[in-house]
């Protein structure tokens, strides 16, 4: 099983057949935004980290790397446009390399590959360029991890591409618990990687041109693992997008987390899968024929809408662009650099069309996402699809809690008569709703928003003292002096007894 983990987490350095590509060939059609660039490191002061290769004790506070690709303003040429190269600077960077010299840099990493072909890609010129000035209005925001160990910028392409079209794009490479070096795929790997995803969430916060209601998380092998427990975790994410997510072949990883509830993962989620492994290198490998068929994460969720999909022309290193551009062919399975170039271009098409359906709410992007692949172009024979929907959760007292929030709490009693039509077994107990008014009662912001709540409270439950007592509270903070006489009066009269009511209407009348 270790090789079959070192087949997912790892680019694949197989039998060398170097190819010709180019990020001109690969073809992705911008959108009409420019894209601005900016990385920088920030600092969590909640974790120490050492530099593994100064080799000594030294600890610091952990650094995240964070580059950030936003819609833009390019005027005067000002700003510099960024090359291959400039984005293999950040890569070392955070190899914790930065000093060495850029001569060496292909020999140095292997995942690149020092060969003729790849070298001509270090001047080819990106689509971003740095430090250019953020356009003055909210956009989505995509958060990515990176694959196992990888850079921040490992899918450069993709994310140029996808902010052209009006999403900002925010990354930070995959690092150990205290080195740079993880242990190998475990639990605490992954809850790694999810902590600094959620250091990326409180990031963004920080962007005035962020749509913080609009956000999905991204990533490819090993940070679409991560990703799904950090949905389990956090429930402000709208859509899930894994770029062959190692979720679909360690689920084992998955559920050895505390934070592991199937239940909390309730969004869209759309996982694109390489193509079958050839059963030459299955035996040859020694890896698990169930890695072509098994997708237990899919089997066993109930409450989302999930989109499977597999690339006949990919293998596992091509969902990146550092894999399209520079990594080693593998002669046993790879496809030609033509269809690579394809399938890649393809998997950045449906990417986008995806979360225009989730966080933009387009039409015709949900109509795209719901076809079959052959439907929307003839070049999606090279894709097949499998989809789920999700079943009806049961809707409870906090969902309609959710809804009465959205409305600031007006009009309850319409709303809760229409909700009811769809869901006749929801439930709002007394209690619940009496707890939530004096809750929204005592701030002083609110009162008229509790007191809209005891109002649907005493719709449901006419004949409740305790109620009516709590509302008559509530007009009492609000100085409407009138109206809380009336209700302490009415509580008296389901409950005689109620010593509250009769103090207060005392000093009512004083």
């Not at 902590?195 to 679409?224: C, P, T, W």
Request: charged share 25%; aromatic share 12%; proline share 4%.
């Amino acid at each position: 099983m270790r090789i079959a983990t070192l087949l997912i987490f790892m680019l694949f350095q197989l039998s060398l057949l170097n190819g010709q590509t180019s990020l001109k060939n690969i073809a992705l059609s911008y959108g009409k935004y420019k894209v601005g660039f900016v990385h920088y490191t920030a600092t969590d002061s909640t974790r120490n980290y050492q530099i593994k290769n100064e080799f000594n004790n030294q600890l610091i506070y952990r650094p995240i790397p964070i580059s950030i690709w936003y819609p833009a303003n390019i005027k005067n040429g000002n700003s510099k446009q960024l090359t291959v190269l400039n984005y293999l600077e950040i890569l070392k960077e955070e190899e914790e390399w930065e000093n060495l010299p850029n001569e060496f840099l292909l020999d140095w990493f292997p995942y690149l590959c020092n060969t003729k072909k790849n070298r001509a890609h270090l001047p080819e010129k990106t689509g971003a360029y740095l430090d250019a000035t953020a356009i003055n209005e909210k956009f989505p925001v995509i958060v990515y991890s990176p694959s196992y160990q990888a850079s921040s910028i490992e899918n450069f392409a993709l994310f140029e591409y996808l902010t052209s079209n009006g999403y900002i794009v925010i990354s930070s490479p995959s690092r150990g618990t205290y080195t740079r070096w993880l242990e190998g795929g475990t639990t605490k790997d992954m809850e790694t990687q999810s902590r600094d995803v959620e250091f990326l969430l409180k990031e963004i916060q920080h962007y005035k041109n962020i749509d913080s209601d609009k956000v999905a998380l991204m990533g490819f092998s090993f940070g679409g693992l991560s990703n799904t427990i950090t949905v389990m975790k956090n429930q402000n994410i709208k859509a899930l997008v894994s770029l062959d997510g190692t979720e679909r072949y360690r689920y084992e990883v998955l559920e050895k987390s505390a934070y592991f509830n199937l239940d909390r993962l309730n969004i869209p989620y759309i996982h694109f899968a390489q193509k079958e492994i050839p059963e030459t290198v299955l035996k040859q490998d020694k890896i698990p024929a169930e890695l072509n068929y098994k997708f237990q994460l899919y089997d066993s969720l109930k409450y989302s809408n999930i989109y499977s999909y597999r690339f006949h022309d990919l293998s596992h290193s091509y969902f990146s662009s550092y894999g399209v551009l520079f990594a080693n062919r593998d002669k046993r399975q790879d496809k030609s650099d033509d269809n690579i170039m394809t399938s890649y271009n393809q998997l950045s098409r449906y990417t986008l069309q995806f979360l225009n359906a989730t966080l933009k709410n387009e039409e015709r992007a949900k109509e795209f996402i719901e076809k079959n692949p052959d439907k929307n172009s003839s070049v999606e024979s090279v894709i097949s699809k499998k989809m789920k929907k999700s079943i009806t959760s049961e809707f409870n007292y906090k969902n309609f809690n959710d809804l009465a929030l959205k409305q600031g709490y007006q009009n309850l009693i319409p709303l809760y008569k229409q909700t009811l039509l769809k869901h006749p077994n929801l439930e709002l107990k007394e209690g619940m709703l009496n707890t939530l008014g004096l809750r929204l009662t005592f701030d002083p912001k609110r009162i008229k928003q509790g007191i809209n709540v005891f109002l649907l409270a005493l719709h449901i439950y006419p004949k409740s003292a305790n109620l009516y007592d709590s509302l008559a509270e509530a007009y009492l903070y609000n100085k409407d002096f009138k109206n809380a006489i009336s209700n302490f009066k009415k509580s008296l009269e389901l409950n005689p007894e109620n010593q509250n009511a009769i103090n207060k209407l005392k000093k009512l009348k004083e």
